[in-house]
């Protein structure tokens, strides 16, 4: 590894020699194909990755703000259930830093480029943050149905 001296760098500096030194980390990952670099609404920068193993399909974000540890900061895992639906089957990392929607807009591609569906389902252990998912499938143009009573739901996008 490359030892770089970032004395006198700003935040912007030190993020992208990041940023390159964890695309390089990630990309000798077996598996894992580094697909896109993005700025988050706070202008952090990410680097977004999948990983595709049989019918899984597993993208992650790494943000730039710490070395990359072989770990990832956000990761949204998904199913190729058949040749026209991709089940989302979990979501996992902090809420309220713009990775889900990095995440998701890379899902929809995805199922855009394979002709599919996208579906998940909410349950029951979502419930303590139910109106944030809700929010957060609706800004991406998902139809939601929630049944309180049996404290379950679904959720799915047509493209």
Known sequence: ?????????????????????????????????????????????????????????????????SPYDGHWDFALQAEY?????????????????GFGSICM???????WQHNCLIEGKLAKRDWDHLDRLIHFYKKHHFHVSVNKETQSGHVIWHG
């Open 81 to 97: 259930v058949n040749a026209h639906r991709l089940f989302i089957d979990d979501i996992k990392g902090d809420p309220n830093r």
């Open 1 to 65: 590894m490359t030892t770089i001296d970032i004395r006198g760098a700003d935040q912007t500096d030190i993020q992208l020699i990041r940023m390159q030194q964890q695309v390089r980390e990630i990309a000798k990952e077996e598996q894992k194909e580094v697909i896109g670099v993005e700025q988050t609404p706070n202008e952090e920068w990410v680097i977004v990755s999948k990983k595709e193993h049989g019918r899984t399909l597993q993208l992650m974000v790494n943000d730039c703000h």
């Open 105 to 111: 807009a890379y899902l929809k591609d995805a199922a």
